[in-house]
Structures are given as C-alpha cells and as structure tokens.
C-alpha cells in the first residue's frame, strides 16, 4: 500500500471499458461479432489529438500500466517505471494509452468471458488471436477515443512486436515507434519454451480441454509450472546468482525434494501468485501469438521489404543479458530498418537483469529512452 | 550552428542530398549539420552512451556499433560518403576497416591524428618516451591509440590498397590550417583529412 501517492506518479486510476458491436474479422478466419477492451489512460489528450501515445503489453501483462487503482494496492501498474508527470513517458506532455489485449484475462474479450452463443465462459472456443489481430482492435480503440495518430507506438517483447506492427499495418497512424528487448520472430528455442509451458497447462488433469471453468476448477499445477519455467528465462544467470546465490531458506540440507534452496522458494512463490491471478487459456493464446508472429513471411522472408511500409522513425532497445530476446534479435529489426533507409537509433544497454530489464529502471535505458521521447515531443511541438 | 574546423572542412566535401555514414560519430554534430544545410540522410555509428544519448537528443539516427566489430551489417554500396573522424588509430584493423568503407561507401573521409609531426618525433627523439600531446593525451599503456601512423604510412596504404586520394587536408590541433603546413605536412601537420575513393 503506497503510504501516498509519489509527486511522479500518475495516482489513482480508473479502468474503462470500450465495448464494440462492429464484428471483427481474425486472422485465422473466425470473426468476433461483438468484444470490449478494457482500458486505461493517463495525462490528458490535446486539442488537436496529436499527443496521444499507445503501450502494448507483453505475455503476461495487462492495462494497468501505472498508477494506482485504491490506496490499497500493493504495487503500480507493470510501467510504472516509465509512465508518470516527469518520466520517461511523461504524463504532463502526452496522453497515454494501455489496454488488455483481445483474449486477455484482466477484463477485455478472453476465453474468461460468456459466449453470448453458449451463455458458458469461451474457454477454448475463443479463437486463437494473433498480434495482426491486436492492432487492428487497437486501432479500433483509438477511433473510439478519437486519435488518428499516434505520436508514439511503444512496447516491449511480446509488446514491441505489436508496435512493429503498427508500423507494417498502419503506417500512416503513427510518428514513432519504440521497439524494446523485441524480436522480428520467435527463434526455435523460444517456440520450444513455449510448448513446454502449453504442455504443461495442458496435461494438468484440471484443464478439461480448456473447458475447465465449466468444471468449477482451474489447471492451477499446470499454469504454476508454466510460469516457473518462463520466469527463469526472464532472467539471466548473473541476476539468479546475485538475488539468490545457494542460499538455504532451510536450516541445512534436508535430503528430500521439496524447495530447499531459496530460488526454489522464489520460483514457487511466483507461480504459485501467477497461477490463481491469470488464466490458463490465456496463456496458451499469448503464447501462441508469439509463436506466430512472423510479418516478414509475406514478403518472401525478407524483413527490410516488410519494414518498407512503414513510414515512423524507430528506437530499438535491447539489454545485454537477455537470452530470451537477445541482443542480437533487435539487431535484426535495425538491420532491416538501415537497410530499408527508415529513420531508426539503438541502444543496447548494459544490463545485468535479463529479459526483464526492460521493466526495470536502469539509468542508461532510462536516458536514452528518455531523450528519444523529449524529441518526439519537440518535433511534435508539444 | 558553428561546426568544430575539422568538420567544417569535411562537410565541405559531402554533397547535399547525400547519403552519409559517420563512423564514430561522437554526439552527432558532423551529421546533425549535414541534416539541417545539406538535406543529407545518414546513421552514425558509436559505443559511448552518453553520446548515444546526444545524438538522438539532436535527431540524429544512431547506432550502437563496435567499429571493431567491422561494417558487415551495411550492403556494398549503400551510402555515398561514409566518415571516419579520428578512430582510424583507435580500430583492431584499420587497413581491413579501410576497405570495409570503400565497399558500404562509394568515397571515404578519414581523418587522423599525424605521428610524425615534429613535436612528436622532437618528443621521442629528445625524451625516449612515447609522445604525449594535447592530440595525443594519453599514456602509451593505456592509449586507445593502438595503430599510430604519419601521412606517409597513410598514404603508402592507399596505393597498396590502389586507392585514390582525392583530398587531402593538414591541420594543426586547433584544426586550423596554415601555408608552411601545406609546404612540409608530415612535419607540421598535427591532423590530417583524407578523402579517398576507390
């Protein structure tokens, strides 16, 4: 519980629901005839709408990017970091934009909403959804807010492939893109990764194909090993052996299987606080979305055709530890952008906290990320 | 905006409209200028963070690259000028950089800092110790000046790579040139500015 609010934080914030009746065609040929997208925003939307900027958000994230939603809460939203009066994103000079995406769990459409045809939660039956089919309900959302283009497009991994592609789809609604700790698709390793965890989810005897809120259960074990997995691949080696070394929460070794060390500990604590707060079809979707996302396989795999569209300038971030979207992943995207002539910086920041170091305020990300949104502000007039 | 001389002179070489590749570009002053008065387009290459910062604080496009690290990641052919302000010394190679530059870049602007200005070669000559200047401020242990060079080496590369030099400029350390430096440049040049093509 914050004891107050901090001078730099955007306060209290109030979620709102945008609700659509316009049927949305997917990707993979199914339609939805009606959704919502839960919503936040934070600073103030200018006369002529050119301030407004749009956060995407990653695997497990959700609208809820900053501030505080009681005085009860015991923390900010996930970018909380970044977004605020006199941050990175600063609150005073633009007006931010952070949904739950399309088969979210936190309140948008998902597989936890009623299917208005059976009257039972989607579970499975909600359509697998793919990032083109995020930014197109994205760009839904900012016709119902009234914005024809974004000063800025920003996300990061599974957040700053939406934002790459902005620039693909809607090239002309947006003046920047930002593109942090992101790949232009998933290497094998990563899809592998991900199978372990759906396979995980799936083989709990809880799942029920999906179904498994029609049974009153949740696949909890399931879900719990999931996150566990994934949460290690977020950090690096360094930043494991800092926070937790071989340290015992035990008092000696015990010579059985249950956690003893306390990276075990921690490991379970997160999944254990993951798998009662997110749901598991979510996951599996989220999941699979980052499996598929590939723009360049339609312009015959050549990424600097695909990127050609696009009409943004680029900032692309990445950190030095991060296995799971490494480095040279971002340089991939540059790469591309160089050679299709786009206007694009990079930075790859010295960091020692893995994949989750975009989340992290670190000094270094933080000004070159900083001094990149000043200048989209001064070319904006804002 | 008033250009550092060394960069003034350079810009002086670039075409407007042209495509440009600054190789170390420090905080993007040669690029930034090229952009306002020479509707040039270009990236520029650095490692330094806070220059990284600079740079796009000037909106310049800039990319955190290792010189060292070569110019694969750029086509044959893809920039018209590509510039080299005083890192030539600083690269693990900068004969195989050299040519990296001629490949990306349809002509290369290079400037260095001259080992054999009479200062250094009195310096070496009366102390036996490695020079040490305001262009050369560093210990010899701990210089990134690992590949020093004079004109004459300069130049004695250039035809054995078959490269034209197109211009050459001599300069003092305040970049500033002078009658009797164009008369014996090896001696009394501090820094040299070389355009060279293939």
Wanted: charged share 20%; net charge negative.
């Amino acid at each position: 519980m914050p004891q107050q609010i901090p001078a730099d934080s955007v306060g209290i914030v109030t979620p709102q629901v945008a609700r659509f009746d316009e049927p949305l065609l997917l990707r993979c040929g199914k339609t939805l005839d009606q959704y919502e997208l839960v919503y936040e925003t934070y600073g103030q939307l200018n006369a002529d709408k050119s301030n407004a900027v749009l956060i995407c958000h990653a695997l497990s994230g959700d609208h809820h990017a900053a501030g505080y939603h009681s005085m009860e809460d015991k923390k900010p939203g996930w970018w909380d970091a970044c977004i605020g009066p006199g941050k990175v994103i600063d609150t005073n000079q633009f007006f931010v934009v952070c949904l739950n995406n399309l088969g979210g769990c936190a309140g948008s459409t998902g597989p936890v909403s009623i299917n208005p045809e059976t009257g039972k939660a989607y579970g499975s039956d909600f359509p697998v959804v793919r990032v083109w089919d995020w930014v197109n309900s994205q760009a839904r959302l900012a016709d119902y807010l009234g914005i024809e283009t974004f000063a800025a497009v920003i996300g990061g991994s599974l957040g700053g492939m939406q934002a790459l592609r902005w620039s693909i789809q809607f090239p002309e609604r947006l003046k920047n893109c930002v593109v942090i700790a992101s790949a232009p698709k998933l290497s094998a390793q990563n899809i592998a990764f991900n199978e372990v965890a759906r396979s995980a989810i799936m083989k709990d005897p809880d799942f029920h194909d999906g179904y498994y809120l029609h049974h009153g259960v949740i696949p909890k074990s399931g879900l719990m090993q999931a996150r566990m997995l994934a949460h290690l691949t977020y950090l690096s080696d360094d930043a494991m052996g800092e926070k937790f070394g071989r340290e015992l929460k035990t008092d000696g070794i015990q010579y059985g299987f249950n956690p003893e060390f306390e990276v075990e500990s921690y490991l379970h604590y997160q999944g254990e606080k993951f798998s009662t707060s997110f749901d598991a079809n979510t996951y599996l979707l989220m999941t699979r979305a980052l499996d598929y996302f590939d723009p360049a396989q339609y312009t015959d795999n050549d990424l600097s055709q695909c990127l050609s569209t696009a009409q943004c300038k680029f900032l692309v971030m990445s950190f030095t530890t991060d296995w799971r979207f490494s480095p040279e992943r971002s340089e991939e995207i540059v790469d591309a952008l160089v050679d299709a002539d786009k206007d694009v910086s990079y930075a790859r920041i010295e960091s020692e906290k893995g994949h989750d170091a975009f989340l992290i305020p670190i000094p270094r990300y933080l000004a070159t990320f900083g001094a990149y949104m000043k200048r989209v502000a001064k070319e904006l007039a804002l | 905006m008033t250009l550092r001389s060394d960069l003034n002179i350079i810009q002086g070489w670039i075409s407007p409209e042209s495509q440009v590749l600054d190789l170390g570009c420090g905080q993007g002053e040669l690029l930034a200028f090229l952009q306002q008065h020479k509707s040039c387009r270009g990236y520029g290459l650095e490692i330094n963070p806070d220059s990284i910062v600079s740079c796009i604080e000037k909106g310049v496009n800039v990319i955190e690259h290792d010189l060292n690290d070569g110019l694969a990641d750029f086509k044959d052919q893809s920039v018209d000028t590509v510039v080299m302000t005083q890192a030539l010394q600083a690269v693990r190679r900068p004969d195989v950089l050299l040519e990296d530059m001629l490949r990306v870049g349809n002509e290369a602007i290079i400037t260095f800092p001259n080992f054999g200005y009479w200062r250094t070669r009195w310096y070496l000559l009366g102390k036996g110790k490695m020079p040490m200047s305001k262009t050369l401020p560093y210990n010899w242990y701990d210089t990134p000046n690992i590949h020093m060079c004079t004109f004459a080496d300069f130049e004695a590369l250039c035809r054995e790579k078959g490269l034209t030099i197109l211009n050459r400029t001599v300069v003092d350390s305040n970049h500033q040139e002078h009658w009797s430096i164009k008369r014996w440049p090896n001696l009394l040049g501090e820094i040299a500015i070389y355009r060279v093509s293939r």
